[in-house]
């Protein structure tokens, strides 16, 4: 039986066969462990990047499974996808140290849960005052 971690792919030589992917994580906190620990149990290789080296290595050792703690930039070259798990108000920050803007995620699938709120306020943010680059949908 497979878990919601397995990714399986179809196709003529690969019906039912699951597929490891090379998934970078940006961010240290709660998500980023939580779907940190499903990926990595479900045998895909796991990289973590955050703002803090010593959250990310410390995060990494916690999941076992061969995680990895790297640099942000590294966290996103020649992966099969990226989760941005960090807050609203790091949203650039994070997009800019990774190289977004010189184009390091294009072609990458970015998973995107990040709410356009005030940490810990539920406060919903305007354009305005969206991080720059990006808007939120209407």
């Known amino acids: 039986m497979r878990d919601a971690f397995s990714t399986v792919t179809t196709g003529p030589n ?4 699951a597929e490891t992917m090379r ?24 990289v973590i990047g955050g703002r803090s080296q010593i959250k990310a290595e410390k995060l990494a050792e916690r999941l076992g ?5 790297v640099a942000p930039r ?10 941005l798990a960090v807050s609203w108000d790091g949203v650039a920050d994070m997009m800019g140290s990774v190289g977004a803007s ?9 998973i995107d849960p990040t709410n356009a709120v005030t ?8 354009p305005s005052q969206s991080a720059p680059g990006i808007s939120p949908t209407r």
Do not use: M, N, Y
């Not at 690969?14 to 066969?17: A, I």
């Not at 499974?65 to 703690?69: D, I, K, Q, T, Y």
């Open 23 to 46: 998934i970078g994580i940006l961010g240290t906190g709660t998500l980023a462990a939580a779907l940190g620990e499903g990926w990595a149990r479900a045998g895909h290789e796991v």
């Open 14 to 17: 690969t019906v039912g066969e």
């Open 119 to 126: 940490h810990g306020v539920g406060t919903l943010l305007t």
């Open 102 to 110: 010189d184009g390091a995620l294009r072609g990458t699938p970015l």
């Open 65 to 69: 499974h061969g995680v990895l703690a």
């Open 74 to 83: 590294e966290a996103v070259a020649d992966r099969d996808a990226v989760l």
